[in-house]
Nanobody, 124 residues
Framework: QVQLVESGGGLVQAGGSLTLSCAAS????????MGWFRQAPGKEREFVAS????????YYSDSVKGRFTISRDNPKNTLYLQMNSLKPEDTAVYYC?????????????????WGQGTQVTVSS
């Protein structure tokens, strides 16, 4: 399995931006499709964005499309999530996830490795 560690969360005002990072170790990063999920207090974990193993295919949830950008740097074993025009409803713990295949998924069960999460809080 690949080990994942998220970073870059924090407190930001509505309309601001943050970039999350997910550092991977333990296996060949470029063999894994990757995803970002989030979980707000009292809510289920939900899909945010995903990217294929080489970065050529991306998916986004409707709630973040046009505001968030998922990307990856395979030589650096790192996944990113650029978040712009943040809203209070984006407040959540953000998790990165990995699946050992080329194509990205949009379901929690598609992924078998998870990071510990990083908190993003957007104030109004």
């Amino acid at each position: 399995q690949v080990q994942l560690v998220e970073s870059g969360g924090g407190l930001v005002q509505a309309g601001g931006s943050l970039t999350l990072s997910c550092a991977a170790s333990g296996r060949t990063f470029s063999a894994y499709a990757m995803g970002w999920f989030r979980q707000a207090p009292g809510k289920e974990r939900e899909f945010v964005a995903s990217i294929s193993s080489r970065g050529g295919l991306t998916y986004y949830s409707d709630s973040v499309k046009g505001r968030f950008t998922i990307s990856r740097d395979n030589p650096k074993n790192t996944l990113y999530l650029q978040m712009n025009s943040l809203k209070p409803e984006d407040t959540a713990v953000y998790y990165c996830a990995a699946r050992y295949t080329v194509l990205p998924g949009r379901q929690i069960d598609d992924y078998d490795s998870w990071g510990q999460g990083t908190q993003v809080t957007v104030s109004s």
